[in-house]
Structures are given as C-alpha cells and as structure tokens.
C-alpha cells in the first residue's frame, strides 16, 4: 500500500475503517498501538508510527489498546502476488499451523523456500514468522480472557501454547499485564454453556446473499440455515461440537458461538469460519478493478469449512443441478458420516473423512446413485489426500495443486477451478467452462469466455460470483 506519513494519518483522523487491520498506529505519549477505527481521543501527530502489523508494533515496545482491541481488526486482505502469499502465509501461522507443524514444512506446503517464506513475512509486515505467530497468540489469547469463561490453563493452550508459564512470562512482558487481572474487564453476562467471538470484516457484506449460495448447497445433517443464521457440526482432530455464526447489527462483525467442547481448538475453528466467510477480503477494491460486472460490491466468494467436503460436493455437482447434487450429498453424509448428538435438532452427522471414503469400494457409493465415474473420482481424491499427495488447503502451490487434481480420474477444469476457488481460497480461480457462467454472459465459447475473463484477473473468483448472482 503506497501511503506517505499524512495519508495514514488522515486515516487515522477519520477512523477510516476501509484501512482497519492493514496498519496499526503506536502513541509514543502512551506506549499504546491502535487500529484506526479506535474512538479514543486522536493522538498529535508527531506522537504517531505507522506499523504494517500488530507483530511490528509490538516488536518496537508498543501495548495493545484496551478500547479498540487490536486482536479483533480483520485480517490483511490480498492486494497483489506478494501480498496475496504474505497475506496466505498469515492466515496460515494465525491459524495456529506453527502449534502443530515447524516452519520448514509449512514453507513446503506453500511451494516456496524457507527463506523466502521469512523474507516474505518480514517485508510486509515487519517481524519474523514466529513473531508473528507469538503475537496473534497472545492477541488471541488476550480476547479469550475478556470474552470467555474459559480457566487461564485452557486459553494458554487453546491459543496454542504450550506451557502455562510460557504464557503468563510472554503476557507479563509484552503487555505488562496479568492475564489474571485482565479477566476484571471481562462481561458478567458470559454463558458458561457455550464460547462466544467476534470476527471482524471489512464492508459492505451481502450477508442474505452468501447464506443463500449456502443454503442452496447444503449438506443436511452437517449444516443448517435458521433464522439469517449458519450453524455446523465440527470435528477437528479428537473434539466434537457445534457452531452458529450470525451477523451483528450496525457493526461489521460476525457473532460465533461454539460448544465448549471445541474450547481447545477454538483458534483453529474460528480460522475456518473466516475462510467460509470470506472475511480477510477488501469488497470495495475488488469491486472498483471488476468494474461493471460487480453491481454489488458486498458479494463475497463462499469458502470451505471442511476441504473434502466442498471438494465431494463439487464432485457431485458435475453436469446437474443443484438440488440434484444436494440429494446425493444428503445420502453420502447419512450414509458414511459419523452421527454426533447436539442441541439441535437437525444437526446430526459430521463429515464424512477421506480416511473413511478412501477404504471404500465403488459399489458402496454406486448403491447411492452415485454414477460409476463420480465414485470413482470421490475414492481417488480421499486416497490422494491420505498418501498426502494432495493437500487441501490455502496456501498450497495452486498450479501444482489443480494439475494434480486433474490427474484423477473424473476431475477436470470445472471441478478443479471449484476445488481451488472455494477450499483453497484462490482469488483468481475461474469456471470459463461453467454452464452459469455462460448464460451470463451470454457466450458458449469456453475459449472466449477466458479472453473475456482476463481483464477481471486477478480477482476473477469474485466475477464468477457476480456473474451467478446477475441470474438469480
């Protein structure tokens, strides 16, 4: 982002949301950093430093806000190609990768060299990768405090610390607090049945919109649309629960609540509500490049909560309709998902794992109505995802990732571009030879459809969803 000293300030001075969680201002009369949508009172100018992270300005000795909680500014949004993979590499280390696997094998996941995933990380936004990772933790950390009932012990690791007193040193010295007298700013109205966030977005958002493209896919048993709500059974790794994710009127947040059953990997659920969302995008710059084609600058591109089961249902889907692939995916999870007991009554089934589908035979999913070629495309996906030759998730090398797919059997650029649009969050995905895509554009030419395509790059996922929408 090209910005001198007096436009970011500006920003500042109008409390500019469009530029919230892209930088960070430190008061050196306070030693406090804000975002610049904060109401407290505007600090002089020459009190200013401008930092492109929470990380930096930590690094440089600054606390976070208490009024305007840096750790619930919405995320970077991906501007161009190396935005885009610093911004990726974020997701991924916010995500809570670094808790689970070291930074090498992250680095070749992604398709790059260590060293440029470092040089990367520290160019745009000032710290290392592991700063990085220790600061949204800590800021993450810092919102569980205030917003859960959860004990000190599980918001260290739910956060994705390993050790109590590890936590409590780093809180004490970064921000010169005691995670215990920080809970005196916490609400007296917390349910202890269930843990309530905030996830923050930049707008305008067409919430009715994104939860209609949902509601019209899916997957019965697993998810359900009430009430202008999403909720979803979840299973990650050993824990089991529930989420409802509804927006916040006249604010630009998300409400989520969990079961306390998903408290431990609490960081890594909320991480993919964002990318179900669409939460980390910027609409109005993606709307001003698209031009005409984005009549409405609050669409987002729906993600994935689950990449194997976005990636079976894009399977489904080939060649008919929606409410057709819908019936065949409603007998797929009643028949090889694991039932889960909820409070709800239609939330009954998780999704079924590639480690299930990947031991099956054919026929199993034939006797479904699966046809022969859709089953067999199914089966190879899990097992290329069980060998890990296939990874599904963002950030991984696209091209390499899409090349791959259309090695298996009964996948080809349709479901190879949906796959890439929806679970691994590439921005530029496109189905030139989609039927929807067509109609709208009134062109049957797969050909033309991508020359036509080019002058939306690198954001041509967002055209496609424009150009669905103009035929509902």
């Known amino acids: ?28 009369s306070t030693k406090i950093y804000c975002r610049t949508v904060c109401t407290a009172k505007t600090p002089q100018a020459q009190n200013c430093t401008f930092f492109p992270s929470a990380a930096a300005a930590e690094k440089a000795g600054y606390r976070p806000c208490l009024r305007c909680r840096p750790e619930l500014a919405p995320g970077k949004a991906r501007v161009d ?3 885009r993979l610093a911004s990726m590499i974020a997701s991924r280390i916010e995500d809570g990768e670094l808790v689970e696997k070291p930074l ?70 970064k921000y010169n607090l005691n995670p215990t007298n920080l809970r005196k700013n916490r609400s007296d109205k917390i349910d202890n049945e269930i843990l309530v966030c905030e996830l923050a977005y930049r707008p305008p958002f067409n919430w009715k919109a994104l939860l209609k493209f949902l509601s019209e896919r899916s997957l019965s048993g697993i998810e359900l649309i009430e009430n202008n709500s999403y909720l979803r059974t979840v299973a990650y790794k050993k824990y089991r629960g529930w989420i409802k994710v509804e927006p916040v009127e006249n604010e630009f947040v998300l409400l989520v609540s969990l079961s306390t059953s998903l408290a431990p990997v609490l960081l890594q659920v909320l991480a993919r509500v964002k990318r179900l969302f669409d939460l980390g995008t910027e609409p109005q ?45 409603r007998r797929f999870v009643n028949t090889f998902g694991e039932k889960l007991e909820t409070s709800f009554e239609h939330l009954t089934h ?14 199993e999913l034939t006797n479904l109505g699966i046809i022969a070629s859709r089953a ?10 069980v060998k890990k030759e296939i990874i599904l998730e963002p950030g991984v090398n696209i091209a390499n990732t899409i090349t791959e797919l259309k090695k298996l059997p009964g996948i080809g650029e349709w479901t190879a571009q949906y796959i890439a649009m929806r679970v691994l969050n590439w921005p530029d995905a496109f189905l030139h030879t989609d039927l929807g895509i067509y109609k709208a554009l009134n062109e049957r030419n797969p050909k033309r459809v991508l020359e036509l395509s080019e002058k939306w790059k690198p954001w041509r996922a967002y055209a496609a969803i424009h150009l669905w929408h103009s035929l509902v």
Do not use: C, W
């Not at 998780?350 to 026929?363: D, E, F, M, R, Y």
């Open 1 to 28: 982002m090209e910005m001198n000293f007096d436009g970011y300030y500006k920003a500042v001075l109008t409390h500019d949301s469009r530029f919230d969680g892209i930088f960070f201002v430190g008061v050196s």
């Open 81 to 83: 190609a190396i935005n």
């Open 104 to 173: 090498d094998e992250l680095a070749m996941e992604m398709g790059i060299s260590l060293r440029h995933l470092r040089r990367v990380v520290k160019s745009e936004f000032g710290v290392s990768p592991i700063e990085l990772a220790q600061t949204q933790r800590l800021l993450f950390a810092k919102r569980l405090l205030t917003d859960t009932n959860l004990s000190i012990t599980e918001i260290a690791f739910a956060s994705g610390f390993n050790s109590l007193r590890r936590f409590n040193t780093l809180f004490k010295e």
């Open 285 to 329: 710059q993606i709307a001003a490049h698209l031009g005409e084609v984005a009549k409405d600058p609050g669409l987002r591109v729906p993600g994935a909560f689950d990449g194997f089961e976005i990636a079976v249902r894009g399977i489904l889907g080939q060649q008919v309709s929606v409410k057709a692939a819908t019936t065949l995916a």
């Open 350 to 363: 998780l999704s079924p794992t590639p480690n299930k589908i990947a031991s099956l035979q054919v026929t």
């Open 376 to 385: 067999n495309a199914i089966l190879a996906l899990a097992q290329a995802i």
